[in-house]
């Protein structure tokens, strides 16, 4: 079972704003990354260090986090962002990578 | 340009060793920034990290609890690649197989908190258990 919780599924219009949440304890000591996986490809970083982006990566995504709670917002959501993005972490101790079980993104 | 190029048969039997490597272009399996990983991803088990191998004046090896027993993780520094070995595996190992570098960001504020990420992952290898 994984240490880090996300919702299994969202969906969001065209156009619109939407928060993809990942929760764990874990995440009140270290940030989350997050990853925008589409099917058949490996995982692509969007989000690290609680609000950076790789280069390339559109600035309609951000990252926050508080608490135990991470969250990625996708601000104007487009059809090429319809995807699964995982989080993913340290476990309490920091050493053991943990992921959490991903958000099935839908765009309407 | 960084590249992670996998390699290894899509077809193991049952109770046999799963062996996958990694080649690494445009960086160094013996960088002291970087940790070099093994993470697989199935249906029933989402993604899962199996363990990382980095070089830190000396070579350490970190294992999932869930592999711990049949695992074992190789870094060639001649070749530049790492290799994944599980064995005795069984049909619930079928998965794809990725391989993945890890970095460290580290925010100092008020308090110093830490991330690590996958910036750059292998393209994956389906492996599949039967006989």
């Known amino acids: 079972s994984s240490e880090l919780t996300q919702d299994p599924a969202v969906s969001v219009a065209l156009g619109q704003t939407v928060r993809i949440t990942c929760q764990g304890d874990?995440?009140?000591?270290?940030?989350a990354s997050w990853y925008q996986q589409k099917p058949g490809q490996a995982p692509l970083l969007v989000i690290y260090?609680?609000?950076y982006r790789p280069s390339g990566i559109p600035d309609r995504f951000s990252g926050s986090s508080s608490g135990n709670t991470a969250s990625l917002t996708i601000t104007g959501a487009q059809a090429e962002d319809e995807a699964d993005y995982y989080c993913?972490?340290?476990?309490?101790?920091?050493?053991?990578?943990?992921f959490g079980g991903g958000t099935k993104l839908t765009v309407l | 340009q960084v590249q992670l190029q996998q390699s290894g048969p899509g077809l193991v039997k049952p109770s046999q060793t799963l062996s996958v490597t990694c080649a690494i272009s445009?960086?160094?399996?013996?960088?002291?920034?970087?940790?070099w990983n093994w993470i697989r991803q199935s249906p029933s088990r989402g993604l899962e990290w199996l363990g990382r191998?980095?070089?830190?004046?000396?070579?350490?090896?970190d294992y999932a609890l869930s592999v711990k027993s049949r695992i074992t993780i190789n870094a060639d520094t001649s070749r530049s690649q790492f290799s994944l070995q599980l064995n005795s595996v069984t049909p619930e190992d079928t998965a794809v197989y990725y391989c993945?570098?890890?970095?460290?960001?580290?925010?100092?504020?008020?308090?110093?908190?830490?991330?690590?990420?996958?910036?750059?992952w292998g393209r994956g290898t389906l492996v599949t258990v039967s006989s």
């Open positions: 993913n972490s340290r476990d309490s101790s920091g050493n053991v990578v943990v």
């Open positions: 445009g960086d160094s399996v013996s960088s002291n920034t970087a940790t």
């Open positions: 191998t980095y070089f830190r004046s000396k070579w350490f090896y």
């Open positions: 260090g609680e609000n």
């Open positions: 993945a570098r890890e970095r460290r960001f580290t925010f100092f504020g008020v308090v110093t908190r830490t991330n690590w990420y996958f910036d750059l």
């Open positions: 874990s995440l009140r000591n270290y940030y």
